[in-house]
């Protein structure tokens, strides 16, 4: 809940009183209110915080006080020395008055000052941690690690007695719902009951620290903070393959990847040393950002958007300190300037948005295996050699004939295609010639790093087709001359392909048989037909050409004016949705020669061809790609990319810690940085992200921000203390955990007393444990569990469990979504692996508070709503849960009811009915029958709760 | 329902109700419940007409002789000076306006042909034509109208105002949204999410057909006394488990059930507009049984007589980039009768004076052509809105655009001005009305916003 702030109400009633005892005498100047805004405005400049002339700091009492009188005689210009302020504007003879009253009135100058900057003291958060002594206490007995005593202090400083050890049941449901996020069975709940061994919790807390679904449960919390989601959003909000970046994130935490190993995989990963797969899928991290497609938008303005996503996501989710607001000015508490921001903005803006294919083990073992295999076979090909009869050209493109995509300029004379990509367009390239005779045509089509897999073309497999090229001719200087079309008389190509359907994705609806093929496809003045480039997996995404021969060249002495029509009519119906079967990066050229050629296709046997149908297909992931001539950053006036202003270097704020020595300044030297051992804040960032998990509210309450503004830590020291425990045992994650879990702290019992709810109803001083309901995935996933429903599989592409399917159609939704509902045990799987379109968030998970993924979410609200009541009454997958328990239950629960209710209670809640509970629950069953009893459980507060 | 089941539940319910009402003393406060707002408030209820897609003032409210006359020729160079556009070479020739306009009413207000119903109410609605944004794409601009910022992740206007009013109504969410036209929202569920707000806040939407509300109707093989029974079953079990633990967020639980229960009817109840009277139907056109925005404007008044505080109507369709005079005509056939009838509708039922309702897109469309000689791309610099009731000034138009009607040279209303305004007459200083995210208060307006002094009656 977050509407309840006692503490902070009992706060805001202090301040008044503070208020009155400033404000004795009415005639008296206020020191905070009148005088300090004076010195504040005229004086500090050359008496403040950074510059002390003539050893005065007007603002520190215990420097100016001593010398006020001459202060007086100084600003009123009455001594004999220069007025001050020096070259200053003087003050006004009210502002003089005011300070004479104020000195005359005895100068009360209040040592605490009543608003805004104290005498500076470095906040807390940007000293790093150093290793506090575990405190003194007086019960020492019941401390079991040093996390006990750092609570238990506080806990007797407030007279306050922890509470006694959970139940051994509710302690194992505690610990796998924190651990895996998914509840004990009744087994394993048994088994743990059973064992009387000193270790028999700690032997629990192996077991679920080493399960693969730990790092399912832990890997949810980070792609909160990483703003993950499988879809684009905005308008189009198309859907997008990222789930390669998701299961990095949980075998990451499965192989326990040391934190700062992890941070620097998704800020660098592709700047490590021979980089793996999964290091370059890392940098998905940064890719999570959204983009923007709809219909004329300018690509730099929504990349620039990325960047400031980019940045806020480095912020709330590594640094844990706001730096988003000096995005637009110095930040009005903490002290990042408006220029560090762009300093460090300038690490991240040196990447082009790639996206790369990616294989299981088992397949980059087989394609390995392949390459050896064709390396032996084919022969090597010359490389290509500028053929210099061609002359590249810069086209003009017309606006409207685009259909709202754009085609940015490249320098080498290129245009990329970014931006909305329609389905179906013909876009009008005209070109001022000053040659005398264009007689060949050729079109590149080129590959780019922006451009899905690499390109050269924009679908989603970087793939594109050419339906027609025509071309239409004028002379130069001739304005009443009306172009006229020149025929082609021969087309030749480096790839031509044998006529083939288009696929399914890029059917439009319009019953006709549409097909590529070869070049001459693009002269056959059939629109159905295209040029098709797809050589499948492995050679699709690399260059083509095609030349053009006319058949009479354009011959005007005074150069022409050649217009290029490229018609791309393969792509499918629907421009929402990835269907765009476009050329993605074209260059022209012309030359004077009417017979050119293409360069000729790539030699092959039979033997090879075979070898490239085993070549598997993979899936593809979202990357940063490092741009071999960097982009300048400059400082952004108000954080508008339209008001560049001076140009930034990369380099970090003051404040924090300095940038280790590096040869290059970029993204690996920004992650080494981040996770350095004298970083401030990171370690305790993720160390308090990992407390609120298991408690509720983090030691600071403020996850996303351990700045000035940050909320006071409840534990200060034992948040000193993990950091430091967390960087000296190498950033284990799993050793926190284990250290978390294992606390006497964690193993309270969680009921609350009226006394407790009275002096702590968040639980902060942890006098007992925590209780509150788990997160949206895991009320899902305890149903599915609960039921033996759950298709426990880890990680794959995402899953389409039901929805209400009007959710993804117009009017709902802006375009027409595809949700083709999982069949079989799919349906089942763990939410996390739920598709999330960010436009039309998954309801159930929604409806518990699932953030979109439109930024980073580092600490999710936790609402208790009716629409979550509606959900888990009738929602369609929770009343299969319900069947099939009740189905289970009849099957194995034993001979009479109370063994079936006791079956049914273990399976939901690792525990046995009370007797009321049982009576309760034994008439439903006997009045409505199982499944209805089922249901009745699966919707209880203590299902849904950790306790 | 049959009546003896609906009589059935209802007792049952009072005795439900009863046991939830004495532990409810031991629940952490309802973060709807209703809170005073800063001052004495004018309205308290919003409706806001999104026209998604942004119709062209040009059209339909701010008539321009002098783009007329100009058509055909290109724009005054000095005019697109560092103007944006989405599709179109901003260097594309002027359009003149489509329809010949007309003065309405007492207070003589321009209008177009196109909305002959609006004419009707034209002074009983304020006509804001000095609207300017700074998006000029759909899914940015829509955010900004609604969240204050362009980037998402901020909360929308209706998340701030139940964030500062809470709910008047115990059996329906405090912020509804409907949708029509040809699409939904280019923003998508981001136009009425409650960004950093807790997520009760965020709006709920609304099908005018079928369930209304997700997950509403009982699941096959449960009927509602199955519901009752098992609800029952699950209170019980609930309360002493709240027993042995203690923890008042069981109370919360048991009442969010509750809450729920009574939604399963009254939703049902507010969304059945067959008890309207014909001449009611026949006055919004609205049409039982069949979507459309008629009947979502209609449901719009039931639900702010049943004590819900802002809903939101989309209607996606107004992106005229070609077939400028077809479309627009068709979406004014859509949608201005209705508008209008529900202006009429709240004025005689008394709820016109407490509801504020505001008519608009995410911004204007060029003074320039697109494409063939029919249709006008994205504009930000000039847009037309209209608001009436809930303490708006009746029967005025504010503002003025040049005379191409592409910037704004008289009473300007950014988009903050607009929700400060809108603030203003629910009570609120919309500097004050805060929320402390990230170190930092934050609000609907940021750091911009003034009150428009002029559009308060």
Redesign the interface.
Known sequence: ????RPKLRAAAVAIPLLVLVGLSAQNKPDYAREIRPIFENSCYGCHGEKVQSGGLRLDQKQSAIPKLTAIQERISGTGSKARMPLGGAPLSAAQINLVKAWIDSGADWPDTPLTGIAPKKKHWAFVPPVRPAAPIVKDARWARNPIDRFVLAKLEAEALNPSPEAPKATLLRRLSLDLTGLPPTPEEVDAFLKDNSPRAYEKQVDRLLASPHYGEKWARQWLDGARYADSD???K?KPRLVWAYRDYVINAFNKNLPYNQFVTEQIAGDLLPNATQDQKVATGFLRNS?I?E?????PEQFRM?AM??RMDAVG?NILGV?I??SQCHTH???PIQHEDYYRLFAFLNNSDEGSMAVYTPAEQAKIADIRRRLKSLEKPVSEDTADPRWTVVRPEVD??STG?QRYLPQPDGSLLAQGYAPTKHNVKLTIKTPLKSVGSIRLELLTDPNLPLGGPGRSIKGTGALSEIKVEAAPMNDAAAKPAEIKIAKATADINLPETPLEPMFADKSNKKRTTGPIEFAVDGVEETAWGIDAGPGRRNQPREAVFNLATPITNEEGSVIIVYLKQNAGGWNSDDNQNNNLGRIRLSFAAEPNLQARAPKPTTPEIEALWKEYPEGSSQLVLHERATPRETHLLTRGDF?QPAKVVTPGVPAFLNPLPQTETLNRLALAKWLVARDAPTPARSYVNRIWQAYFGIGIVE?A??L????SPASHPELLDWLAVEFMDRNWDVKAIHRLIVTSATYRQL?????EL?ARD?YNRLLARGP???VESEIVRDIALAASGLLDGKIGGPSVNPPS?A?LYL??????PKVWNESKGSERYRRALYTFRF????Y?ML?AF?SP?G??SCVRR?R?????????T????LF?EAAKALAAKTQAEGGADDTHRLNFMYKRVLSREP?K??AT??LA?AG??GW??VA??LL????TITK? | MNAISRRWFLEQCRVGLGAVAAQSLLA??D?LAPKAPHFAPKAKNIIFLFMAGAPSHLELFDDKPMLRKFDGTLPPPELLK?Y??????PNSRLLGPKFEFKKYGQSGAELTPLLPHLATVVDDIAIVKGMVTDA?????GQVLMNTGA????RPSMGSWVTYGLGSESRNL?AFVVF????????????CW??GFL???YQG??F?SA?DP??????????DTQ??R??LD??R???E???T???????A???N??E???R??SSAPELMDITKESKETLELYGAKPGKPSFANNCLLARRLVERGVRFVQL?H?AWDQ?SALVKDITTNCKDTDQAAAALIKDLKRTGLLDSTLVIWGGEFGRTPML??GQDGR??HPNAFTMWMAGGGIKPGITLGESDDLGFNVVKDKVHVHDLHATMLHLLGFDHTKLTY?????PFRLTDVHGQVVKQLLA
Do not use: W
Request: charged residues 20%; glycine residues 10%; proline residues 10%.
């Open positions: 809940m977050e509407m309840l959003g905005y308008e909000d959204m923007n709809e219909g004329g938008v300018d958007e400031f996503d709330k706001t988003q607001c009005k508490y903490d606006d409207i709202g339209l403020t996303e921000d700045g000035t503004q940050s969680s009921n609350v007393t009226p709810e109803p209780r509150f309901r209400p009007f117009p009017p709902t939704s802006y375009g960010r436009s039309v968030p309801p929604q508070d979109t439109d930024s609200a609402s208790n709503t009716p629409l979550q009541a509606l959900t009454l009738n929602e369609p009343l009370s009321p509970e309760e629950l439903v009045k409505h499944t209805v249901r009745v919707n209880l507060d203590e306790e | 952490a406060p973060p560092g944006r556009s989405a599709f179109i070479n000029f794409n759909h899914a940015p362009m980037q998402f992740g969410p949708s029509s036209g040809k699409k939904g929202p280019s923003g998508g569920s981001s999410g409650s807790p997520t009760v709920v939407e099908r079928g509300v997700l997950y509403l109707s009982n699941p096959e093989g449960i199955i519901q029974e098992s079953s699950i019980r079990l609930n002493m488990h709240q042995a633990t203690g923890d008042p967020e069981i919360t639980r048991i969010s059930f809450m729920a229960f939604m399963q989309y996606e980039h697109q494409g791309d994205h402390k995210f990230q170190g930092r």
